[in-house]
């Protein structure tokens, strides 16, 4: 049973701004929470679920039984953030992401500038997912990573894959020996490029690119070579096709 | 002004039945109608714009001026199928496309086997306009091509890219001397396997796959391999991938 205090507090969370006030995020569905019960990686805050769920989860469930609330279908419905809600919902607290320095010296790290549609933001977090990306950073102005379409987008990357909002500029400063690689139009054909082991990966927004104050700490442009007559590819597509290339042809 | 059969109609074509009954369906925004009104490529139906959206388009809008009809925002809300409406509407005949035997036979066409996110097949359609591919073809269980979002995804790319549904077998029954692809979850290394400048590629359901009763009919069995953890990629990840690989690797 959920009280209308719950019930306002949760609905809150489709803001960014009490995000960060509680500290709190949530993910939906039945595929991603069962991957957090299982995931053992992140602070459950509480659960939400309807009975067949939990019964079917029950030995998952047994070290938060504590947190665990059993609710309806029509109380699900008025705190869920999807269209079609999916049987549970977990708040989880936001932690600082573990950045490890020696990983983003050695290996690839994708920094993503302005880039405000959140389905895209979780997509390009489970593209980095499936080629073993070690962090994605977001500049201030993309939208917050842990918007409820984002979380849901990811489909669990963010059980695995630090993300962190930092300053690209001051990012790059510190890290002055790795290579920075920056998608532009007139960038270099990627597929003619010796691309590096490790490196920064900077996407820019789909129909503005990276920001023009960047552009001179990228030490190399690069394209994906257009055959047809599309004026632009999707942001996240575009991110996949220079996450295969550099995990494929170096 | 909108008379109310006006507003009833339209609505009506948020539905396949209704697109399929009047041979009908919507594009809306200024970058999309625009392009419409410069393309001369496809039959308009009827245009509904905002005042100051007519004004500065006049010049492109004089051929079709019988056609036009002035609304207030109000009115646009009432006949949007976006969130945020967006100035314009253009209704457009639907038309069989030009399918170009030549153009299977010698060069490059996708095959998508029931997809279902609008996104997705408008971004698809996005990527075979950038990586100029000649064709897509759609089974009958993908989502409709001229549902509102997959046209508003597409970018423009339904005024390009010829895209019809069809039977896959059929298809390529008649086309048997063209190289089949299929995206496969065990299938050969994308990046070391020989690609053809000609061929069929088929995209399947992003947790499902192709479809069983299609596999024997794949001459390739190609995949994107993985380094990381996510289980999978976004159906229109791995076809932007997929594409850029044969675009220049061949």
């Known amino acids: 049973m959920l009280s209308k205090a719950t019930i306002k507090f949760i609905n809150t969370l489709n803001k960014k701004k009490f995000r960060?006030?509680?500290?709190?995020?949530a993910a939906e569905g039945d595929k991603i929470c069962t991957e957090i019960l299982k995931s053992n990686k992140i602070k459950i805050h509480s659960i939400y679920a309807l009975e067949d769920w939990l019964a079917k989860n029950k030995p998952l469930l047994k070290p938060f039984l504590t947190k665990t609330t059993v609710i309806t279908e029509r109380e699900l419905k008025s705190i869920?953030?999807?269209?079609?809600?999916?049987k549970v919902m977990i708040l989880l607290e936001?932690?600082?992401?573990?950045?490890?320095?020696?990983?983003?010296?050695e290996n690839l790290?994708?920094?993503?500038?302005?880039?405000?549609?959140?389905?895209?933001?979780?997509?390009?977090?489970?593209?980095?997912d499936w080629?073993?990306?070690?962090?994605v950073f977001c500049s201030p102005n993309c939208v917050?990573?842990?918007?409820?379409?984002?979380?849901?987008?990811s489909m669990g990357a963010f059980l695995r894959v630090p993300a962190q909002e930092v300053e690209i500029a001051e990012l790059l400063e510190t890290h002055s020996d790795v290579p920075v690689y920056g998608a532009?139009?007139?960038?270099?054909?990627?597929?003619?490029?010796?691309?590096?082991?490790?490196?920064f990966i900077i996407i820019g927004n789909e129909s503005r690119g990276i920001e023009a104050n960047l552009l001179p700490q990228i030490d190399h442009q690069i394209a994906?070579?257009?055959?047809?007559?599309?004026?632009?590819?999707?942001?996240?597509?575009?991110?996949?096709?220079?996450?295969?290339a550099f995990r494929n042809l170096n």
């Not at 869920?80 to 999916?86: A, G």
């Not at 080629?131 to 962090?135: A, C, Y």
């Not at 257009?226 to 295969?244: K, M, P, R």
């Open 131 to 135: 080629f073993d990306i070690k962090h």
């Open 80 to 86: 869920s953030f999807l269209s079609t809600p999916n």
């Open 20 to 25: 960060q006030k509680y500290n709190i995020f």
């Open 144 to 153: 917050d990573l842990y918007n409820n379409k984002v979380i849901q987008s």
């Open 184 to 199: 532009t139009l007139g960038g270099k054909n990627i597929f003619k490029t010796n691309l590096t082991k490790n490196g």
């Open 109 to 128: 790290s994708l920094i993503l500038n302005n880039i405000q549609d959140p389905g895209n933001l979780g997509t390009i977090w489970r593209i980095a």
């Open 94 to 105: 936001k932690q600082a992401p573990n950045l490890d320095n020696k990983l983003i010296n």
């Open 224 to 244: 994906i070579p257009q055959n047809g007559n599309a004026e632009s590819l999707n942001a996240s597509v575009a991110t996949g096709i220079i996450c295969a």
